[in-house]
């Protein structure tokens, strides 16, 4: 079992950043790759970015490349998001997922095994 716990989020105005966390505990050497996901309740689930956890590969969906930066620190146990130049479509929950083998492909929500709770990201125009 892997727990995963994401903090940070918030309300900013658009072209402000946040930092987004996600702590993880249990048997997190299972962890293949480590995501983040965001919904809204008119959209559905949608890839933001991955990160492996043991090599450091990184993967970003087209709407955050450039904007968004994926991270890891493996003393921490701990995956971040920095979002930068955020825009009010960027509004949604964002959640921290961990994927026990490798996922094909990657930006599907299914290949992943565990979830965090999620945490609001709120960008005002």
């Known amino acids: 079992q892997v727990q995963l716990v994401e903090s940070g989020g918030g309300l900013v105005q658009a072209g402000g950043s946040l930092r987004l966390s996600c702590g993880a505990s249990?048997?997190?050497?299972?962890?293949?790759?480590m995501a983040w996901f965001r919904q809204t309740p008119e959209k559905e689930r949608e890839f933001v970015a991955a990160?492996?956890?043991?090599?450091?590969?990184?993967s970003y969906g087209d709407s955050v490349k450039g904007r968004f930066t994926i991270s890891r620190d493996k003393s921490a146990n701990t995956v971040y998001l920095q979002m930068n130049s955020l825009k009010p479509e960027d509004t949604a929950v964002y959640y921290c997922?961990?994927?026990?083998?490798?996922?094909?492909?990657?930006?599907?929500?299914?290949?992943?095994?565990?979830w965090g709770r999620g945490t609001q990201v709120n960008v005002s125009s």
């Open positions: 997922a961990s994927a026990t083998r490798p996922p094909h492909p990657y930006y599907r929500g299914r290949e992943y095994d565990y």
């Open positions: 249990g048997r997190i050497f299972s962890s293949y790759t």
């Open positions: 990160i492996t956890w043991s090599a450091g590969t990184i």
